[in-house]
């Protein structure tokens, strides 16, 4: 099969898009040709690599901790009809039987290629700034703990998110680094000199900069600054509209740069239902207007609780509320995280990778999606 487009974004190459052919047999691109070949099937809109989003809960009404495998591929068909062609499952907090547990169910989807990876958002994170993550399951990184894990994961854990302030916080960041485990910096009340410390220990990846750390203040600066700063980290941002505001979204950018922003989702399983009540892990969520909080026992809400956001929805928002073009968008959605994450088979259109990409409107909107060389049924605007 070959396809073309006037306005096609490797992600190897910056974000201009460029004329270009794409050659795909079987579930790969095998070759990139300058220019539109005849016998190609012309898109008029942009082609741009699938977006791998590293951070997601669930969707569909399906959670990845659900012991439903149906369930868990729901979500996964679910987010991939939205543009997402490598996906990371996302925890939240358990008791560490639970968190062992929950790997073990989701390695076997790990190893058949539906997952890329999973990502244990807790336990080992600070209760000062728990988001959704009930505190009562919240300890500290002890080495035991640490090690069950890893001889859990067999390769299928690809990131934890931690607070370096718990005890045996900065010791947990350099243990998964190194085996292999990306470690993130979050859901801490670290300041800046103990963020720094969390980098110089190995964490290369910032859990939504911005949401549950300290903000920024001028003689008080928290974790932001110098992570924003810092070289050897990519951050996440969660670009629905509700996490951050668009400004503070396009600050970031402007800071960091397109190849250290990586958009997720931190999707929750309400993403694509209508508003209600929901189970995130152990703690029940009310969404209203698409916008997720816990709800106590007493009916309040609290705090915000993931969110309902897809990856086609992020690219659209940071085209339309914060200035980036389309390929920068595609960049910050596809090529950025895999690079960060390893992922050497996807996030580009090159020859070797697989034939990932979305087929996107000039606001970014989502027409197609191709998965390994399958255009999916029933994705985007276009299908
Ligand atoms: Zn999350």
């Not at 390695?107 to 209760?127: K, M, Q, T």
């Not at 505190?135 to 002890?142: F, I, K, Q, T, Y």
């Not at 892990?281 to 909080?293: F, H, I, M, N, Y």
Request: charged content about 25%; some cysteine.
């Amino acid at each position: 099969m070959r396809i073309a487009s006037h306005k096609v974004v490797t992600g190897t190459t910056g974000p201009e898009p460029r004329p270009l052919t794409l050659v795909v047999e079987g579930e790969r691109v095998v070759e990139v040709v300058e220019g539109i070949e005849p016998d190609a099937d012309l898109v008029e809109e942009w082609i741009v690599p699938g977006y791998v989003d590293t951070h997601c809960h669930g969707g569909a009404g399906a959670d990845f901790s659900s012991t439903d495998p149906d369930a868990v591929r729901r979500a996964i068909d679910f987010h991939r009809s939205h543009g997402t062609t490598t996906l990371f499952a996302s925890t939240v907090t358990e008791a560490m039987d639970e968190v062992i547990a929950q790997i073990e169910r989701m390695r076997p989807l790990v190893e058949a290629g539906e997952l890329a990876g999973i990502h244990l958002e807790g336990p080992f994170l600070s209760p000062e700034k728990k988001g959704a993550h009930n505190p009562d399951l919240l300890v500290d990184p002890r080495p035991e703990y640490v090690e069950r894990i890893l001889e859990a994961s067999g390769g299928a854990v690809r990131m934890i998110t931690l607070a370096p302030e718990r005890e045996f916080g900065l010791e947990a960041f350099s243990t998964f680094t190194e085996n292999g485990v990306a470690a993130a910096f979050g859901h801490s009340d670290a300041d800046n000199r103990v963020a720094k410390q969390a980098v110089d220990a190995g964490a290369s990846i910032v859990t939504h900069l911005f949401n549950a750390m300290r903000p920024i203040h001028h003689r008080q600066p928290g974790p932001v600054p110098t992570l924003l700063d810092d070289e050897r980290v990519m951050v996440e941002l969660i670009c629905d509209g509700t996490h951050l505001d668009a400004d503070v979204i396009a600050m970031s950018r402007d800071a960091a740069g397109i190849h250290r922003v990586g958009l997720v989702t931190d999707a929750m399983s309400a993403t694509g239902q209508p508003d209600g009540r929901y189970d995130l892990g152990s703690l029940k969520v009310q969404v209203t207007d698409g916008v997720a909080r816990i709800l106590a026992d007493d009916g309040t809400l609290g705090a915000i609780a993931g969110s309902t956001l897809t990856m086609d929805r992020a690219v659209e928002y940071v085209v339309t509320h914060c200035g980036c073009e389309v390929g920068e968008a595609a960049i910050m959605a596809a090529t950025t995280p895999a690079r960060w994450h390893g992922l050497a088979e996807v996030g580009e259109l090159a020859p070797g990778r697989y034939a990932d990409l979305c087929v996107v409107d000039d606001g970014a909107g989502l027409q197609r999606v191709m998965h390994r060389g399958r255009w999916i049924e029933g994705a985007g605007e276009g299908a």
